[in-house]
């Protein structure tokens, strides 16, 4: 029996590491092992061993079952791997480009506007929003505009028509017109009208003028503003705001000033310049940037907020003309064609 | 507006740079758009020669030789010219070898067509002074030979061009400017000193040359002064007020004209002066126009007017637009020898008003649109009269006539110390403040101690009657931190106290679909608001287009506020595709509006197209994307703001597709709901009409803003099996045109009454169309994976096969769809 336990064994021992495919595997498998495998055969003829034997022949015909059951294992696996070695085909050419679309782009104009709020953000602004369509009221009246101001005209702001009903966008007054805001300071005062002081925003938007497109002007573009309403609030801190904006945005070592300037609802009035020497396209100390001051007595009253007691800031500029300085981009038209070989510079 | 620097030291000695001069100004709150001088500059080897010999150049016809004196440092140089308004005896200006003109010019020995050159006669453009190229700058008074160039030149003068904020017309006029200087560089402002002050006792009476002047329209004219002059000569004005006009822009005509605008130059009052023989009636008239009255202005056009403008008139006929433009008629001429001096305020909003509609303005209407100071009407005339005196001769005559004007000015502000410190945040000692207070000429008329004895004092402070502009304590904030200088505001760190509030939700919005989108590699673009009329008809009834219509559009392709962003995208993708580039991925999130019952609302938007990438060459390429592409990305826009799109009763929008093509293209949604979500095809066409190649995927999902989630609400977990599933097939033939969703939904509510409440239906979820052998011609097979699990135990097959049975017969007992095995 232990003789032809060990033939069967070497037998398979030179068989199975040849075998290369799984039917072949299984019948092999089953000439051993199988219900008349040799094997199988071998266990059966158990009963005709003398029962004193008995006990070592089993031990015996155990071991090569457990040998026998290793090499099988082995020989399966070896067949899987080469199985999934097969499915791969040839090794890959990594220097072939990869197919797939993209990646994809931000607009350089959300990623200005994206980046100065997150500046704002860090200092408490929270970002506002607010209807593109507005009313007089909300765009001029309670801005401190008086009715017969050039901005207001027909020439230089859009309007719709007296008919026109807007279902979303509230009227303060009745019997006022509806427009196209010019600014997004309409945001600030809904803001106001809708809770107390103490209050800090920023509202980005789009904003519309009635203009001839060229490299600077476009029919619509964006601006940025910043709002803040608390007790105590001084030009100083405007200044430092100002201050703290530009040299996160540009780095440290840029500088602002304030030009005392005119608006109707910020008094003082400020132009800002910052130093923009490393800027690309820039050559001059000083570049205008945008316009600030402290928000108007008379606007405060306009929202029922005291004067007496609260004083604030008011902060605005435009995004395209931020994104042109610090891309150095010349015309303000190619931000509205997003001609995929712009969009693809600011990735 | 144009300010001369020489004018300007005639009330305030300026010492100052020019550097420092523009600087002041700058601070001071008025923007230096240029400085430009008329001074000669510094250039080294540039002197006065003087032409000696011109003779013609041998080689060209154009050219001559001339030989010209430079002085005992230089003596006599050969020089070729090109000029023609030389010759022997003009001095003139010399670069010498060495020299270098604006430009980076370097002048060298040279040889023209073989002729030796030592230098270079200039003309005013080569050495930078402006001006023609035609012909050599030839020296007046004979200047010494070898005088270098800034030396023989007259100092020249230094203009600063201002742009002067509307709330400050008392800065429109060179007076005005001096006082800010005078204030800030703290020096004493001279006015001038008027010798006529309005004393007629010596003056004939000559009633015949004005015998009335009537103001029928005080409101519109609150106060009007005439002056007559009698026995002037016109002609041409002297040379130093030609200068002064010059070098601010204006052309000099005559005398008298030019004393008119050398004194609002000067003072910021306009004025205006008739011929007193072409007064028809010797009457003055300030009234209302007739509505059709005609005039024909100095600029030579008729112009209408209408019954709310203001007109100066004789007798019979307009003779001037008030305050904005004379008539032709009426006006000084060469002849002239009697005048009428008008010295008079308008109420700016008539100005303004008549000048907008006629769209015609002037200096004159420029200053009185923002505001001329009526206290000073009479002090202008007095100077005006002084000038024309001493420039055309003649002399003052009676009477002279003054309607209106007598509301006395007085204004105060009360401010203290303590205010102005608060609003700026740091301390300017009261002592600058009182000084930036008395150097703008304001009065203090008290100073008073504040009820806290450490705190700064109260002033009461007396406005002059030419700054209407201040009269809040806040104004007057403003004017100290002037005086005091922006750039002294001391540096600060941001105070930013915790203000607790969320971003917009609509911000927050457009930043989660473009995150969304850009992930999936598209392109984020920005596009006009505003669409032209043909294009919105495409996309909405002609109803609702027309109320997106604007009042006024500026131009033709801008009329309309946009229902949708796929329109922008499209013009994109077409300009992509025209330039060769290709653009298969497109995004926009903004603002669109949408109509609903005669309604407008302003909705949060984004959308997408997936086009053919035309141009685009790939050594591989990926599986196209088709509606369900479109659809996957609208539905997970939509879960973005909150709102469940795939499962949404889905059909096509009322018939009314517009851009889309029907039948691949769907709307789900209402805005009337608060939301609507369009994918699909784009309509075949409409894209090839505009001109794009490929056809082109779309997705829009708008919402209105109030609907937007405030804030994320966090999810609550729900609790899942760890039990086996058992899974069960199920394929069932249904008529082509029922929708895959009814039928799903039909399974699984069925399957889930079929288990009796027993285990739970976990999952039914679509895995196959079938359409072919096995199935009849109009029906489609669909095939679900149905997932039965139960939280408490492992299934047994027979307990699922029975509930997997009682489904299939109750389908096909209440439905009449066959089961296909």
């Given amino acids: 029996m232990q003789d032809q336990l060990t033939a069967l064994l070497a037998k398979a021992a030179a068989e199975l590491p040849a075998i290369a495919s799984r039917p072949d595997f299984e019948s092999a498998k089953a000439r051993y092992v199988g219900p008349n495998g040799e094997l199988t055969a071998l266990m059966k003829q158990m009963g005709t061993v003398p029962k004193e034997q008995r006990p070592a022949v089993g031990k015996l015909i155990n071991e090569a079952k457990g040998r026998l059951q290793a090499q099988l294992d082995a020989a399966l696996a070896r067949i899987a791997d080469a199985e999934l070695a097969a499915q791969l085909g040839p090794p890959v050419d990594a220097s072939l480009p990869a197919t797939d679309a993209g990646p994809g782009t931000r607009h350089p104009l959300t990623q200005v506007r994206e980046e100065m709020c997150r500046i704002l953000r860090k200092v408490g602004f929270a970002v506002a929003d607010g209807p593109e369509v507005e009313s007089e009221y909300y765009c001029f009246d309670a801005l401190n505009t008086p009715i017969d101001h050039p901005a207001r005209d027909e020439k230089d702001t859009f309007y719709f028509p007296t008919t026109a009903r807007f279902g979303n966008i509230s009227k303060k007054v009745a019997g006022e017109k509806y427009l196209l805001r010019t600014h997004t300071s309409s945001v600030q005062i809904r803001t106001m009208l809708k809770g107390p002081p103490p209050i800090r925003i920023v509202s980005p938007g789009r904003v519309y003028r009635r203009d001839t497109t060229d490299a600077t002007h476009s029919a619509n573009f964006h601006q940025l503003e910043c709002l803040y309403v608390d007790r105590n609030v001084t030009v100083r801190d405007l200044k430092a705001l100002l201050d703290y904006i530009f040299a996160s945005l540009l780095g440290p070592e840029t500088k602002t000033r304030f030009r005392p300037h005119y608006f109707g609802y910020t008094e003082p009035s400020f132009e800002v310049d910052l130093t923009a020497s490393h800027l690309p396209k820039v050559n001059k100390p000083w570049i205008e940037i945008g316009g600030c001051g402290m928000v108007d007595p008379s606007v405060f009253e306009a929202v029922g907020y005291d004067p007496e007691i609260w004083t604030g800031y008011a902060f605005g500029m435009g995004l395209e003309r931020l994104a042109m300085l610090l891309y150095g981009i010349d015309d303000i038209r190619y931000f509205y064609q997003n001609d995929l070989r712009f969009l693809k510079q600011f990735a | ?821």
């Fill in chain 2, 1 to 821: 507006m144009k300010i001369s620097l020489n004018w300007l030291r005639d009330y305030v000695q300026l010492d100052a740079s020019v550097d420092e001069i523009a600087r002041a100004i700058t601070f001071l709150g008025f923007e230096v758009e240029a400085v430009v001088s008329t001074a000669a500059p510094r250039l080294e080897h540039v002197v006065v020669g003087e032409i000696l010999t011109r003779a013609r150049h041998p080689n060209a016809d154009k050219l001559s030789v001339c030989t010209v004196d430079v002085g005992p440092a230089g003596g006599v140089k050969t020089i070729v010219c090109g000029a023609t308004n030389c010759d022997a005896g003009n001095r003139v200006l010399v670069a010498l070898p060495g020299a270098v003109l604006p430009g980076n010019f370097a002048i060298k020995l040279s040889k023209i067509r073989g002729q030796e050159s030592q230098g270079m006669m200039c003309s005013p453009d080569e050495i930078g002074m402006g001006g023609e190229h035609s012909g050599l700058l030839l020296l007046e008074g004979r200047p010494a030979l070898g005088t270098p160039i800034h030396e023989a030149l007259p100092p020249g003068d230094t203009v600063f061009d201002l742009e002067i904020t509307p709330n400050r017309p008392d800065c429109l006029c060179h007076l005005g400017i001096a006082r800010e200087l005078a204030a800030w560089f703290k020096l004493p402002l001279v006015y001038p000193q008027e010798k006529f002050r309005g004393d007629l006792s010596e003056a004939p009476a000559l009633p015949g040359l004005l015998a009335g002047v009537r103001v029928d329209s005080p409101e519109d004219c609150p106060l009007y002064t005439a002056h007559l002059i009698t026995g002037v000569k016109i002609g041409p004005s002297p040379s130093w007020m030609q200068e002064r006009l010059k070098a601010v822009g204006l052309r000099p005509i005559n005398n008298v004209v030019d004393v008119g605008n050398y004194v609002m130059l000067e003072t910021g009052q306009p004025l205006h002066a008739f011929d007193a023989r072409r007064l028809g009636g010797n009457q003055i008239i300030v009234r209302r126009a007739a509505d059709g009255e005609k005039i024909t202005t100095l600029d030579g056009k008729e112009r209408t007017l209408n019954g709310r403008m203001l007109v100066i008139a004789d007798a019979q006929r307009p003779v001037v637009i008030a305050g904005i433009m004379g008539g032709e008629n009426s006006g000084v001429a060469d002849d002239t020898t009697d005048l009428v001096l008008e010295c008079a305020i308008f109420r700016r909003q008539s100005i303004r008003g008549t000048s907008r509609q006629l769209g015609l303005g002037s200096d004159s209407s420029y200053r009185y649109e923002r505001g001329v100071d009526p206290h000073g009407t009479l002090e202008a005339a007095y100077r005006a009269i002084d000038l024309i005196l001493e420039t055309a001769g003649g002399r003052v005559a009676g009477p002279a006539y003054r309607l209106g004007g007598d509301v006395p000015w007085q204004r105060e502000i009360v401010v203290t110390h303590d205010y102005i410190t608060e609003r700026l945040g740091f301390d300017i000692p009261a002592a600058e403040m009182r000084a930036a207070f008395e150097a703008l000429e304001f009065t203090i008329t008290r100073e008073e101690p504040t009820v806290h004895p450490a705190r700064g004092p109260a002033w009461t402070v007396g406005i002059p009657s030419w700054r209407d502009d201040l009269d809040r304590p806040i104004d007057l904030v403003e004017e100290v931190l002037r005086l005091y200088g922006t750039e002294r505001i001391p540096p600060a760190v941001v105070q930013a106290p915790g203000l607790v509030a969320d971003d917009d939700p609509v911000v927050n919005f457009n930043r989660r679909v473009t995150e969304y989108l850009v992930g999936h590699d598209f392109h984020e673009c920005v596009t006009y608001t505003l669409r032209p009329a043909r294009e919105v008809a495409t996309w909405v009834s002609q109803a609702a287009a027309q109320e997106l219509a604007l009042a006024n559009p500026f131009v033709e392709d801008q009329t309309h506020l946009r229902p949708t962003l796929i329109t922008g995208l499209l013009e994109t993708l077409k300009l992509n595709q025209s330039r060769g580039v290709a653009a298969a991925r497109l995004c926009e999130s903004g603002r669109v509006f949408m109509e609903h019952n005669g309604q407008i609302l302003e909705c949060a938007a984004v959308a997408f197209l997936l086009a053919e990438p035309v141009g685009e060459r790939v050594w591989r390429r990926r599986e196209a994307p088709d509606f369900y592409t479109a659809k996957h990305h609208v539905c997970a826009l939509a879960a973005l703001a909150g709102v469940e799109v795939a499962n949404a009763a889905a059909a096509p929008a009322s018939g009314a597709y517009f851009g889309w093509q029907e039948g691949h293209a769907i709307a789900v949604g209402g805005i009337e709901g608060g939301w609507v979500a369009r994918f699909g095809l784009l309509n075949l066409a409409m894209v090839r009409a505009l001109g794009i190649e490929g056809r082109v995927l779309g997705g829009i999902f708008a919402i209105l803003p109030e609907k937007l989630p405030a804030a994320a609400v966090p999810p609550r977990f729900k609790d899942f099996s760890l039990f086996p599933a058992a899974l069960r097939d199920l394929a069932v033939v249904v008529a082509e045109d029922r929708p895959a969703l009814e039928v799903q939904r039909r399974v699984a509510q069925t399957a889930r009454t079929a288990t009796a409440g027993a285990f739970a239906v976990e999952n039914v979820a679509l895995f196959d169309v079938y359409r072919g052998a096995g199935v009849p011609e109009g029906s489609k097979s669909l095939a679900f994976s149905l997932v039965y699990r139960s939280p408490a135990r492992t299934l047994t097959d027979d307990e699922v096969n029975a509930a997997f049975q009682r489904l299939q017969d109750e389908l096909v007992k209440t439905t009449g769809w066959q089961i296909r095995k």
